[in-house]
């Protein structure tokens, strides 16, 4: 796992008092195969079942979350596999959920970033919030240690801070939180009108 993962922690860390836990989860962890199931994802779980301990448990994992932060890195232009793998082994456990999306990269993920947010809004139908993080690894020798060795450099981190990426971090959770919010007070009123 790259450290710019660990940079965007930090700052979850810290953020302002709100009304979310947030919890580390790696895809890595999960070591999911090419999607290997017999069954459809979207026939989960209304037809049939996974029938892999692999899909299950990742399944499960991210079926308990209201919400996610996407933090992602770019390959050759593209979402890489390992990603794009792990979003297509479900489908029902994602929909009408907020997710926000931070990319990293030599050129900050631009591409990756905008590709995960198709599927995620366009076949998930989740809520990618307005705020898309974009994080470049600074030019020079920082470069080269961040893609060889993910470690995130000194003049990376001072470009970060200094391009206010922090605060849109901040801002992409504060609108999770506000999507959330507004499902609860809908869930509310229709509660109130049975
Ligand atoms: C094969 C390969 C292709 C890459 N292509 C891109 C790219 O298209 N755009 C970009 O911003 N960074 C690109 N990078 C840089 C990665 O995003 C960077 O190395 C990142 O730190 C990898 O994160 P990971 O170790 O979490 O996979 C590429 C790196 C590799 C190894």
Do not use: C
Not at 44 to 63: D, G, L, N
Not at 68 to 73: A, G, M, N, R
């Amino acid at each position: 796992m790259a450290l710019s993962v660990n940079w965007v922690q930090s700052i979850l860390k810290t953020r302002p008092s709100d009304n979310l836990t947030i919890s580390p989860l790696s895809i890595a962890d999960f070591n999911l195969p090419v999607y290997d199931e017999p069954v459809m994802p979207a026939l989960v779980p209304a037809v049939k079942q996974f029938t892999h301990e692999h899909s299950k448990k990742w399944s499960a994992a991210i079926a308990s979350f209201a919400g996610y932060i996407f933090v992602i890195p770019e390959y050759n232009y593209g979402l890489a596999g390992g990603t794009k793998n792990a979003v297509d082994y479900l489908k029902n456990e994602w929909p009408g959920k907020p997710v926000a999306i931070i990319s990293y990269g030599v050129h900050g993920g631009n591409k990756a970033n905008e590709q995960l947010a198709q599927s995620l809004e366009a076949v998930m139908q989740m809520k990618v919030v307005p705020t898309k993080v974009l994080l470049p690894f600074a030019a020079g020798p920082d470069l080269m240690t961040a893609v060889n060795e993910g470690k995130v450099g000194e003049a990376t981190l001072e470009e970060w801070e200094g391009k206010g990426k922090r605060e849109e971090v901040l801002k992409a959770v504060k609108e999770i939180g506000e999507v959330l919010e507004l499902q609860a007070k809908v869930d509310d009123v229709l509660e109130k009108t049975k």
